[in-house]
């Protein structure tokens, strides 16, 4: 049985950003390198497959770290 952690991981925007922080957010939450998002994001946007508007979207949606 495992314990449930009393705090849940947040996801919040990053006050450390390039941008907006949403992929700075991303990083902290999954504890990857703000780098690695960041270069996925780019490539994406490359792709014939809708980036912007997701990541805008969650620039509204997410609130920034206090």
Same mark, same amino acid.
């Given at each position: 049985?495992?314990?449930?952690?009393?705090?849940?991981?947040?996801?919040?925007?990053?006050?450390?950003?390039? #941008?907006?922080?949403? /992929?700075?957010?991303? &990083?902290?939450? +999954?504890? #990857?390198?703000?780098?690695?998002?960041?270069?996925?994001? &780019?490539?994406? /946007?490359?792709?014939?497959?809708?980036?912007?508007?997701?990541?805008? @979207?969650? +620039? #509204?949606? @997410?609130?920034?770290?206090?």
């Amino acid at each position: 049985m495992e314990i449930m952690n009393e705090h849940p991981k947040k996801l919040y925007r990053s006050r450390s950003r390039m #941008l907006g922080g949403v /992929c700075g957010g991303l &990083a902290e939450y +999954w504890n #990857l390198d703000p780098t690695l998002i960041r270069v996925v994001f &780019a490539v994406l /946007c490359f792709m014939p497959i809708p980036t912007i508007l997701p990541y805008l @979207i969650m +620039w #509204l949606i @997410i609130p920034e770290r206090k």
